[in-house]
């Protein structure tokens, strides 16, 4: 059982930056997958971002060059830098991690986008 807790949402002008966090309950070492998703009220869940126990990193074409995922082994925690955001990226962000073939998710965290 893993549980993670995300942190860092709320209101940014267009243009901005935000770092969300995922601080999840056992080490990051142990998970092999880390993912972050959003979804906009009424539409499907959408995967931004993932990063393997590898350091291979995937993005989707929608955040490519302004998004970065990262791990800090250290601070034992998992993060999303997002800039130069679009209105377009206002949406409820969860990251999840995948570990033993069970995949576990975070609660999310409201980002909005809105001059």
């Known amino acids: 059982q893993v549980q993670l807790v995300e942190s860092g949402g709320g209101l940014v002008q267009p243009g901005g930056s935000l770092r969300l966090s995922c601080a999840p309950s056992?080490?990051?070492?142990?998970?092999?997958?880390i993912d972050w998703h959003r979804q906009v009220p009424g539409k499907q869940r959408e995967w931004v971002a993932s990063?393997?126990?590898?350091?291979?990193?995937s993005y989707a074409d929608s955040v490519q060059g302004r998004f970065t995922i990262s791990r800090d082994y250290a601070k034992n925690t998992m993060y999303l830098r997002m800039n130069s955001l679009k209105p377009e990226d206002t949406a409820i962000y969860y990251c999840?991690?995948?570990?033993?073939?069970?995949?576990?998710w975070g609660q999310g965290t409201q980002v909005t986008v809105s001059s």
């Open positions: 999840s991690a995948n570990t033993l073939g069970l995949t576990y």
């Open positions: 990063t393997t126990s590898h350091g291979v990193m």
């Open positions: 056992r080490s990051i070492f142990s998970i092999d997958t």
